[in-house]
C-alpha cells in the first residue's frame, strides 16, 4: 500500500512539477518559507531529500519520485486524528 501511495504523491508532483524539481519547486511541498531557506537547508545537511548537480546546468535537482518518498514516509508517521476530531497531543 504504501508503494501505491508513494506513486500517487509521484504523479501529482510530476504533473505539477515535470520530471525535476529545482530548489525553488520544493518550498511549496516541504513548507519551507522561501527558497533561501530551501538552500540554508541543502548548505547545512538537512534538506529531508537528495539533491544533485547536473552537469552544465546551474542549481540543484530532485526527482519527483524522491520527493514523493520523502513526502509519503512523513505521511506514514504521523498520528491520525482522534474520532473526536481534535488532534492535539495529549501533553497539552
Known amino acids: 500500500m504504501a508503494g ?3 506513486d500517487e ?7 505539477r512539477y ?5 530548489l525553488d519547486d520544493l518550498v511549496g511541498p516541504l513548507r519551507y518559507p522561501s527558497v533561501a531557506a530551501v538552500r540554508a537547508a541543502r ?4 534538506l ?3 539533491v544533485v548537480k547536473l552537469p552544465h546546468r546551474r ?3 530532485t526527482t519527483p519520485r524522491a ?5 509519503a514516509r512523513l505521511e506514514a508517521s504521523t498520528c491520525p486524528p482522534d474520532a ?3 488532534n492535539r497531543s495529549e501533553a497539552l
Do not use: F, H, N, T
Open 67 to 71: 520527493l514523493a518518498g520523502v513526502l
Open 48 to 50: 529531508p531529500v537528495g
Open 43 to 46: 548548505l547545512r545537511g538537512r
Open 18 to 22: 515535470g520530471d525535476l524539481l529545482g
Open 59 to 61: 542549481g540543484w535537482y
Open 9 to 15: 504523491i509521484e504523479s501529482s508532483l510530476r504533473e
Open 4 to 6: 501505491s501511495r508513494v
Open 84 to 86: 473526536g476530531g481534535d
